[in-house]
């Protein structure tokens, strides 16, 4: 009796490693044969599944010490991908049919199913529950669990996503997981050695910073669309000169115009939150087990919404803003309570005034993130209300340059001067700078590159910039009749719509 009970509490102890209310579910006796592994048992009851299990390369890792829960479905499956249906019914840690609805159970491929009853799990009524072995144990199943794919394995499985699927799995690996992995010995350096655990990984789905969606994880819930390989295409034709890159080895610009063109496509198709409506339209709802799968076989890309974003440069910022201070001073101001303006980017701005009465003021901006393509240029000018309704009005006229990279490497530039751009004394002014300016080549990183801790976007030269300058003659000064000094908000370069 002494002996019993001493396996009876053994037997609980292992239970509360999986959930600490669970007391009474070993209440029953013991079966006979116990003693054996998980994978012995399911050897004696249910040999179909027992046989799939040796075929997907489990059988060792039942046999271990580790502690496992087995769904053991009574005729197996005659799926043809044996390995992933035989991972999507074995969980780490025990499970008894006590495990209150509610409880997530994580089975070795990542899918979170629960009991919806002492006698039906995921859906699936349970025949004979509770089989125990010395590590873990075997319910038996009316039939297989079944099978949803996640928005990952959706692209790996249908031939008609292989386009996507063969771009973004050239970044799987598996790794060593530290945090997963139980410390069990040292070494004879003092090295600590693990039970390893070897995770799968990609590093553009996963990255911690610039990772797009982890989709092949069951743990989040993640809006995809998934292009057919025709979709694809066409989205490739489409955006591709956007990326046009100049190198002086040709072989390395077309490189990287194929892996950012690429880039720009996947990072459009995964959505945490709000999808643009534009993207839903047309698609056909896929059923998934980690989100919405939305299958595509045409791409409805705004580029100003998706791929081709605007670039706003707040004029407050100092990185990327220079001038000659021998003629030039710039003051970085914040809104105050006295201003007369509402919807200032950020509530600040700059002042740029000139040093001598006989000079126009000029600031330069650097324009990172370019891509090759056409774009309206607006800087946005502050009325001197911005200080408070005292102040002296003025009005100014500026002029604009903008400096490129052309296509041969060489900067190129532009030059408006015409005498109508004129900022206002009482009124926020969105000036247009330039109009269908076509920018030859892009000038931007991506976040594969920008992955490698190596690898620094602050170093990349810049090759646009925006020059502006007051355009006042000395007789328009003298007579007061316009200033030299103008407030500057942000400037924004708003690619065309394509």
């Known amino acids: ?6 396996i009876a509490v053994l037997l609980v102890s292992l239970a509360l490693t999986a959930c600490s209310d669970w007391s009474d579910h070993y209440e029953e006796q013991l079966p006979a044969g116990y003693g054996q592994t998980v994978m012995q048992v399911l050897d004696g009851s249910t040999q179909t599944f027992a046989e799939q299990v040796r075929q997907a390369g489990y059988a060792d890792l039942l046999a271990s010490s580790q502690s496992f829960t087995v769904f053991a479905p009574v005729q197996g499956s005659d799926a043809a991908d044996i390995s992933r249906v035989v991972a999507n019914h074995i969980a780490r840690h025990v499970y008894p049919t006590s495990t209150p609805q509610g409880v997530g159970v994580e089975m070795l491929n990542g899918k979170i199913y629960e009991f919806d009853a002492a006698d039906s799990f995921a859906g699936t009524p349970i025949t004979a529950g509770n089989q125990q072995a010395r590590n873990g144990l075997v319910h038996q199943l009316q039939h297989p ?3 949803r794919n996640n928005l990952y394995e959706h692209l790996q499985t249908n031939p008609d996503f292989s386009k996507a699927y063969a771009f973004i799995s050239q970044f799987d690996e598996v790794k060593f997981d530290v945090d997963a992995s139980t410390e069990i010995d040292i070494d004879e350096q003092g090295r600590p050695v693990y039970d390893s655990v070897m995770v799968n990984y990609n590093r553009l789905l996963e990255h911690a910073v610039y990772g797009i969606g982890a989709i092949a994880r069951e743990d989040s819930a993640y809006t995809m669309v998934l292009p057919t390989n025709a979709a694809w295409d066409e989205a490739y034709q489409r955006i591709s000169p956007s990326f046009k890159v100049f190198d002086e080895d040709a072989a390395v610009a077309d490189s990287l115009q194929h892996v950012r063109t690429q880039l720009a496509i996947v990072e459009n198709l995964i959505y945490r939150d709000t999808v643009p409506s534009a993207m839903v ?14 299958a595509a076989t045409h791409l409805n890309f705004n580029n100003r919404e998706t791929w081709d974003k605007p670039i706003s440069i ?7 803003r220079t001038y000659n201070n021998t003629l030039t ?20 701005y700059i002042e740029v005034v000139p040093i001598s009465a006989s000079t126009n003021p000029t600031v330069i901006f650097d324009i990172p993130g370019v891509l090759a393509g056409t774009y309206n240029v607006y800087a946005v000018f502050l009325p001197v209300t911005v200080e408070g309704a005292s102040e002296e009005l003025d009005s100014t006229r500026v002029s604009f340059t903008v400096a490129y990279q052309n296509t041969n490497g060489r900067s ?13 004394g009482t009124d926020v002014t969105r000036m247009l700078a330039f109009e269908n300016l076509e920018i030859p080549v892009s000038n931007t990183t991506d976040r594969l590159w920008l992955m490698d801790d190596a690898n620094d976007a602050s170093g990349v030269p810049v090759t646009t910039q925006l020059t502006i300058t007051t355009n006042v003659t000395p007789k328009e000064f003298s007579s007061g009749e316009l200033s030299r000094s103008f407030r500057l908000d942000r400037i924004i370069f708003e690619p065309v719509e394509k």
């Open 145 to 147: 669990i079944p099978y």
């Open 1 to 6: 009796m002494k002996h019993n009970n001493e």
């Open 314 to 320: 707040e004029a407050e910022q100092q990185n990327g």
């Open 281 to 294: 339209t047309g698609t056909t709802e896929l059923e998934t087990s980690n989100g919405r799968a939305l």
């Open 329 to 348: 001073s710039v003051y970085a101001r914040e809104v105050t309570a006295r201003s007369m303006v509402d919807h200032i980017s950020g509530d600040s």
């Open 412 to 424: 190129a530039s532009k030059r408006n001067n015409v005498k109508t751009l004129l900022t206002s």
